[in-house]
């Protein structure tokens, strides 16, 4: 189960931390697991925004980059999507996600971020 924290208001240029912590998994199961931070704007599809590996690569989009920054941490068996310099467009319900070849994916229940003044 994932479990996201963290969303709110927020003025433009703001930042925001997000957070999804990995429960009732064993930390041997969760380091093998692909972690992602997803999002969806209303009336827009769900977009993967980051995405990091079990040996520590990073994928982020086009349009976060140089702005968002995701980690992870072992024992907590947390994953992390720091936010800075947010904008309008930026508004959405994020979503944590965990994938693994040959195991179960995982999604959390959302947290919503709305950037505005």
């Known amino acids: 189960q994932l479990v996201e924290s963290g969303g709110g208001l927020v003025q433009p240029g703001g930042s925001l931390r997000l957070s999804c912590k990995a429960s009732?998994?064993?930390?041997?199961?969760?380091?093998?697991?692909?972690m992602e931070w997803h999002r969806q704007a209303p009336g827009k599809q769900r977009e993967l925004v980051a995405a990091v590996s079990r040996d520590g690569n990073i994928y982020y989009a086009d349009s976060v980059k140089g702005r968002f920054a995701i980690s992870r941490t072992g024992a907590g068996k947390m994953t992390y999507l720091q936010m800075s310099s947010l904008k309008p467009e930026d508004t959405a319900v994020y979503y944590c996600?965990?994938?693994?070849?040959?195991?179960?994916?995982?999604w959390g229940q959302g947290t919503q971020v709305t950037v505005s003044s």
């Open positions: 009732g998994m064993i930390l041997s199961v969760f380091s093998t697991y692909v």
């Open positions: 996600h965990g994938q693994a070849p040959n195991s179960p994916e995982y």
